[in-house]
Each structure stands twice: as structure tokens, then as C-alpha cells.
């Protein structure tokens, strides 16, 4: 079955209107506190990383019916059983009904602010030159790919330039496979909007992304 990311919306028609929500509007539910504390303790515990989670989301079956936390619940749920870290009777329940799997590590409350604070830098060391220069223009690869992957559909195959050169970083790509971290460059490219959109962008629009090195290739190879 061909990998489908329900997540990568940006430029596909959608029914109704977007409507933006207050910065400091951060919860709709009560629940949805615990959910977000549940996701970032077992995030902490190493059973998986941060791009396998993404994958695990946007590849629900039901992600557009489901909210923002909602997703993240469901994305978990279905991470732990995968490793046999939850059962469905104990999900149905919504409560332990077997012994506890063994996890690497375990955050403990009183580490929480710093363990937040300090985040998960995705910076590594350069091992190679950057195969691109600022100023330089390329084309975004074409071809869908069966596995998670960071290049937005509504880029693929379009011609942008590079704005900014950002490091070598963990390829979500192979870390969200367990392929390991991969490091590339990253740079940030930009887009004329009506290179992405034609006629229908509005004149004068650009937009940036964060692209991994082997996303691209030379405009004029």
C-alpha cells in the first residue's frame, strides 16, 4: 500500500473556512493537558523519536475526523501497542490491566522544565561540503515516496532558490523509519508563489521551506 500522509494539507482544496485561534488559546478540553503530558512522558522515554511519532500521526486512518490532541492520543496508543507497551483491553478499559514493559529511561516530574527547556537539538557535524550555494536555483524532487518525508506535496517538482544554508540535521526521512539519523544539509528555499500556484497566487507572494539536501537538485544540471 502506497504511504499516504493525511497531514500534508498546504495547497489542497478543503471544505470551509480556516479560522485562527488565539495564541494563548491553548486547550479545548480538560483532558487535553493529560494528553499532551502522557505524549511528552513517553516521547522522553526513547521508545521512539520524534519523526516516527510525525509518521505514526499523519498516517492515521481517521486523522482528519480526529482533533489536535485527539491525534496525538491516538498516535501514541497505536506507538505503544506496536511495542507492546499497551493492550487493547487495557486501552478499552483506560486503565493498566498488565505488567509494565521495560522503557529505556523515565522522566520524573521535577525534571520537566529543564528536560523542556533544553529540547532535542537536530544539529550535527558536517561530514561533507554543502553540495549548494546561497543564491543558487534547484528543483525539489518529484517522485511520492512510500515513507514519511518533510517536503511539503504542493513543492514537489518546483523551481526555488536557495535562501539560507542551515547545517547539517537528522533526516526525518530515515529517522522516521528507524533507519537512524542520516544527518544532511538542511536549507531554507524559497518559492515564487506563482511558480507553486501559477496565475492563482497573489503577485508578489513568495513562500520558504526547510529542505533537506537530497530533496534537491540543480535547476540546470
Request: glycine content about 8%.
Amino acid at each position: 500500500m502506497s504511504y499516504l500522509s493525511h497531514a500534508d494539507l498546504g495547497g489542497r482544496d478543503m471544505p470551509g473556512a480556516i479560522v485562527p485561534e488565539a495564541e494563548d488559546d491553548l486547550f479545548h478540553g480538560d483532558w487535553e493537558p493529560r494528553a499532551l503530558a502522557l505524549v511528552l512522558a513517553m516521547g522522553a522515554t526513547g521508545s521512539w523519536n520524534i519523526d516516527a511519532s510525525r509518521s505514526a500521526r499523519e498516517t492515521l486512518p481517521d486523522y482528519e475526523r480526529l482533533s489536535y490532541y485527539q491525534i496525538w492520543l491516538a498516535a501514541m496508543e497505536k506507538l505503544m501497542a506496536e511495542r507492546g507497551q499497551v493492550q487493547p483491553d487495557e486501552i478499552e478499559a483506560g486503565r493498566m490491566l498488565h505488567p509494565p514493559a521495560s522503557v529505556k529511561r523515565v522522566l520524573k516530574a521535577a525534571d520537566v522544565p529543564q528536560v523542556l527547556a533544553k529540547g532535542s537539538p537536530t544539529e550535527r557535524p558536517a561530514t561533507a561540503p554543502a553540495r549548494f550555494a546561497v543564491g543558487q536555483q534547484v528543483r525539489t524532487r518529484a517522485a511520492h515516496v512510500d515513507h514519511h518525508t518533510r517536503l511539503p506535496g504542493y513543492t514537489q517538482g518546483k523551481l526555488g532558490r536557495i535562501e539560507r544554508i542551515n547545517g547539517m540535521h537528522v533526516f526525518a526521512d530515515a529517522n522516521a523509519q528507524g533507519r537512524g539519523e542520516a544527518p544532511q544539509w538542511l536549507y531554507t528555499v524559497c518559492f515564487d508563489g506563482q511558480a507553486l500556484w501559477g496565475d492563482e497566487a497573489r503577485p508578489g507572494l513568495t513562500v520558504s521551506i526547510d529542505a533537506w539536501e537530497s530533496y534537491l537538485e540543480p535547476a540546470n544540471p
